[in-house]
């Protein structure tokens, strides 16, 4: 579904990315860790499509087309779904006319017609049951005033609307407490299908217990060093990252 | 993408001129240029009283003596008062066979607008057939307002039928030597509309959809009078969504309204005339004087815009708050584009006990225009423990614009309080990325943000309006990013 080969990235000549390469098939979670400022958000950033960045080397393919070529806008109509680690707040627009919007571009994109009024509501009504979304919370302006928790669980609920075939949450656990971490795993587990995939970067273990990865990746110095299973999360928790740095000297 | 985004706007606000506006007849014409003649022939044509005819001829000795206004953050060529035809009859636009005809570029700005298929026939000048009889409906309107007592008609029409109102009206909360502009219109007004809501009666429906049927070719110096009993409510909708244009390129018109012990008289405004091309060539200049008076006690007045057309707009809508306990509101979305200028905003003065204003002004600047709010509150001494909230907010599209709030306050006496808040602000990028990567795409995103900045105003708005208004604040700003 998604193949990145040696991907070189740099921002301002400085180099983030020092050739990474990712596959990542459909019906997979994988789990991208690793200290700050190694390239966690970056990588997420430059599949997505954000143009701050500048791609030196490398391709990414995401269902054998070339994402580098597409604009941001069609990567997401595509399926690629960018949990932020820090939504912005956009004043004055609710969140049901964000969501309206952003369904039916990504339905234009494929073709289709507008979704239906009541369709759509239905679509909401369901997603916030599932998720365990308070109703109040589609009436407010999009993340304007929210808790650090109610910005992340609108995230997964944006997920949940636009059903992408790949989300890539970015720190999604950072600033949460332990009942808003719960709600949004179980939200990304009841949101896995043998059809889409996960990538879930992350600081710390401990949101992998709740959401368990298929593979594990630690990214260090702008390159993948290792990857495993979801052993490999729990050993970098006994013995930190100190025990990679070590390792690659 | 097979057109640049920024020639769309352009074609279609041009469009209309290839098939042109023509006059038939040159004989139902004033000669051009302004004289005592001319006014004579004016008020000839109308078959005015004489008492009319001398408060125009009055207006015109007092605008002799005046000087075009300096002052405002505007700036253009000269206009030459001697170069402008100032009665003509209603002018026909050549009539189309179907909409086959019509510039589809006007046609995609319609449907974006979600104008009906019949009213785009009207506005765009193709014979509507028979299956909607705007006729029948204007008559089921006007009885339905005649029962009650309610008189709403073109300004001519009233100055035969009550002509007692209109003269103990006018001219009642706009002087006619008010200002420059005020004193050509009272000099030279052509037509416009008059409303009268009689003691104790709620005026039933909006009377924007009366008027959008009957939209009259009401020329370019345009004068206005709304009377609200007392005890009276009426909802006024003036003007349209769909693009106006005009050969005309100076209008100065004048809105009076009077509000009468314990009346409400809410008036609201889309305003889309000509802006101009990109390069700020052509356009309307839009002179306006639109007050107020609540003059008896616990009356209202509200003033809602959302300016989005003219090369140049000066415009303050204001209420004199004169009765205790009365209420002035004015809220307002003005959008500049290219090279558009806007100086606009509102004054609030009051006069009586206890009296409330508010302000809110929100002003959208992109391309390289200029967008200036200017307001004036006044708290004289009588008016104790009064109150004004203003709010006076800026977003800026681009680095080429410019924004300017040049807020004044007078207060007179110790009790009454008056608040000024400002903000300036900026789309950013991160918020087109964040929409951008749910998949909507940056035009769209920068009309998401504009609505929800301006949602505060927009609320405000007769609903029907509202949603007209939310699109055509999109497709205002279409190509100002990017």
Known sequence: MLSI??????????????????????????????????????????????????????????????????????????????????????????????????????????GLDPMPANEFLAKMEEKKKMLEIHAKLANRSVNEGFSGGEKKKNE??????????????????????????????????????????????????????????????????????????????IELEEKGYEWIKAELV | ?????????????????????????????????????????????????????????????KWLGMTEPSWAHLHHPPIDYQDIIYYAAPKKKKELESLDEVDPELIATFNKLGISLEEQKRLSGVAVDAVIDSVSVKTTFSETLEKQGIIFCSFSEAVQKVPDLVKQYLGSVVPSDDNYFAALNSAVFSDGSFCYIPKGVRCPIELSTYFRINAANTGQFERTLIIGDENSYVSYMEGCTAPMRDENQLHAAIVEIIALKEAEVKYSTVQNWYP??????????????????????????????????????????????????????????????????????????????????????????????????????????????????????????????????????????????????????KISDDQLFYCNQRGISTESAIGLIVNGYAREVLKQLPMEFAVEAQKLLSISLEGSVG
């Open chain 1, 156 to 233: 997964i609920f944006q997920m949940a609307m636009l059903e992408p075939s790949l989300a890539i949450l970015d720190e999604t656990d950072s600033g949460l407490d332990i009942d808003a971490l719960k709600i949004v795993a179980s939200g990304v587990n009841k949101l896995r299908r043998p059809d889409n995939a996960f990538v879930v970067i992350t600081h710390y273990q401990r949101l992998l217990e709740y959401i368990v990865p298929d593979i594990v990746h630690v990214l260090f110095d702008g390159r993948i060093v290792r990857s495993g299973g979801k052993e490999l999360a």
């Open chain 2, 1 to 61: 993408m097979d057109k640049d985004p920024n020639n769309i706007l352009e074609e279609v606000t041009q469009g209309e001129y290839k098939y042109g506006f023509y006059t038939d007849i040159e004989m139902d014409q004033a000669p051009r240029g302004l004289s005592e003649d001319t006014i004579r022939f004016i008020s000839a044509k109308k078959n005015e009283p004489e008492w009319l005819l001398q408060f125009r001829l009055d207006a015109y000795r």
């Open chain 1, 5 to 110: 080969k040696n991907l070189r990235v740099s921002i301002n000549n400085k180099e983030i990315l020092k050739g990474v390469n990712l596959e990542v098939r459909p019906g997979e979670v994988h789990a991208i860790m690793g200290p700050n400022g190694t390239g966690k958000s970056t990588l997420a950033s430059v599949i997505s499509g954000r143009e701050i960045f500048t791609v030196d080397e490398g391709e990414i393919l995401y269902k054998g087309k070339n994402l580098l070529d597409m604009p941001v806008e069609d990567r997401a109509s595509e399926g690629i779904f960018l949990g932020f680690q820090y939504p912005v707040e956009i004043p004055g627009v609710s969140i049901t006319n964000f969501m309206r919007t952003a369904v039916n571009e990504q339905r234009k994109y494929h």
């Open chain 2, 276 to 425: 101009g091309n990109k390069k700020g060539e052509g356009g309307i200049y839009n002179f306006v004087t639109k007050r107020g008076i609540c003059k008896g006690n616990n009356s209202k007045i509200s003033w809602t815009q959302v300016e989005t057309g003219s090369a140049i707009t000066w415009k303050y809508p204001s209420v004199v708050l004169m009765g205790d306990n009365s209420v002035g509101e004015f809220y307002s979305v003005a959008v500049t584009n290219n090279y558009q200028q806007a100086d606009t905003g509102s004054k609030m003065i009051h006069l009586g006990k206890n009296t409330r204003s508010t302000i809110v002004s929100k002003g959208i600047s992109a391309g390289y225009s200029s967008n200036s709010y200017r307001g004036l509150v006044k708290m004289t001494k009588r008016a104790e423990n009064s109150r004004n909230f203003s709010q006076c907010d800026s977003l800026l599209l681009g680095d080429k614009c410019g924004a300017h709030t040049f807020p004044y306050i007078k207060t007179e006496n110790r009790t009454s309080i008056v608040e000024h808040e400002a903000t300036t602000s």
